[in-house]
């Protein structure tokens, strides 16, 4: 046990801790930490924000970490090539986002009609969830039109003017990403942490999951970006 606790420290960055563990994200996500957009801060900070004894965090981490020794077998991204990573993104990210968040806007809004006079955060909660998906509709389009074929094109060619747009175009990018981290969070917020009332029907109820699912989606989906693929290219 000495081995295993001696893995994570309290100065380790969240971040850092996702990027050597990959299943430490799920235990992140249910302690509602933030380890894409807010994962650049060690976590002892991240857990004096969440008012939690930075102790329990190190624990619970070193025993999710002996209960799976063979952690390492999963899929790295960190080694994987970005034309691969890439597409993982695309086909996995991108293509839920074009998938779910239309059905999502429905259940946002039937809710909002019908429950929104008596639960008036709702008619926020679809305000905010249709800037969402404007915006990363756009960013997904943006990225595949035109960033994501400049890093293949830097691969290729090393060329730096090339690098020098990209990096532009990422700094761009990672603004983003924080305009979306910014609204889920205001969600969570509005939903008290997307948990429904006691009077909430069916729907009600799957709309809240949906969008605590989408949050999951996203912080994995920006983590992969900021954390792993963009830092080839800005450091």
Request: aromatic share 6%.
């Amino acid at each position: 046990m000495n081995h295993i606790q001696a893995l994570f420290k309290e100065q380790d960055m969240v971040r850092d801790i996702v990027l050597r563990f990959p299943k430490s994200a799920d235990y992140f996500r249910g302690r509602k930490i933030d380890f894409c957009c807010g994962g650049a801060r060690p976590l002892g900070e991240a857990a004096a924000e969440r008012g939690i004894p930075v102790e329990t965090l190190l624990t619970d981490l070193n025993r999710l970490a002996a209960e799976h020794p063979r952690a390492e077998e999963e899929q790295d991204w960190t080694k994987a090539e970005s034309a691969d990573l890439i597409g993982h993104i695309v086909n996995t990210h991108h293509r839920y986002l074009r998938e779910e968040l239309p059905e999502i806007q429905k259940n946002v809004t039937k809710v909002s009609r019908v429950h929104g006079d008596a639960d008036t955060h709702l008619r926020e909660v679809e305000r905010l969830f249709g800037e969402l998906r404007r915006e990363l509709l756009e960013h997904t389009d943006k990225e595949e039109a035109e960033e994501f074929p400049k890093i293949i094109l830097w691969e290729k060619s090393r060329d730096p003017e090339v690098l020098e747009k990209l990096q532009s175009a990422i700094a761009e990018l990672e603004s983003e990403h924080d305009a979306a981290g910014d609204i889920l969070k205001q969600l969570r917020e509005l939903t008290d942490d997307f948990q429904p009332p006691g009077h909430a029907c069916t729907t009600y109820r799957l709309t809240y999951s949906r969008l605590e699912e989408l949050e999951a989606m996203t912080f994995t989906h920006v983590h992969l970006e900021n954390n792993i693929l963009f830092p080839r290219y800005t450091i």
